[in-house]
């Protein structure tokens, strides 16, 4: 019994780390201010503890970190309105880097390209339901392009942490 106590500490340790650095990276790029001419592009850096956690934890962790992340920092940060384009995309995102990667034919940073292009495109079906328009689903065009290079940054640093952090 002791050892399962020890080890369950451990697990929610490792969310409790992860968590908290998903807010403060999600604090810090609010922080940047939006010089890329695209409004509403992110750089995605939550995205990358997303990857750590997909790549060491499971896709239960990885599904988990990232709601309990949406939902905190949509609380400190954002609001109801930020909280659903955020689930939107962010469940989307995750979902397909949990299909990619199980299918064990694609690298970390095609998992996260894929993450962040999905991304943009669960934010954009919200906003049609909520605009009541399809004419903003052009923007997807700009957001696909803002999708890869961000997927692709954070999944550089996401492969990177992977292989530099042991297993568990």
């Not at 002791?2 to 604090?27: Q, R």
């Not at 400190?76 to 955020?86: N, Q």
């Not at 989307?92 to 390209?113: A, Q």
């Amino acid at each position: 019994m002791k050892n399962k106590t020890k080890a369950s500490a451990k697990t929610a340790a490792k969310y409790g780390m992860l968590i908290a650095l998903a807010l403060v990276f999600s604090y810090l790029e609010a922080q940047i201010p939006s010089f890329f001419p695209v409004p509403g592009m992110k750089l995605g850096l939550t995205n990358i503890i997303v990857l750590l956690s997909l790549y060491r934890m499971g896709w239960k962790s990885a599904m988990a970190v990232n709601v309990l992340r949406i939902v905190l920092v949509s609380f400190l940060f954002g609001g109801i309105s930020a909280m659903i384009y955020s689930l939107a995309g962010g469940m989307l995102s995750t979902i397909v880097m949990i299909l990619l990667k199980k299918t064990d034919r694609f690298r970390i940073v095609t998992v996260s390209i894929a993450g962040g292009i999905s991304h943009n495109v669960g934010q954009i079906i919200v906003a049609v339901f909520a605009l009541n328009t399809v004419g903003i689903a052009w923007y997807l065009t700009v957001l696909w392009f803002s999708g890869l290079a961000s997927g692709a940054l954070t999944g550089i640093i996401g492969a990177e942490l992977v292989k530099r952090l042991p297993e568990q």
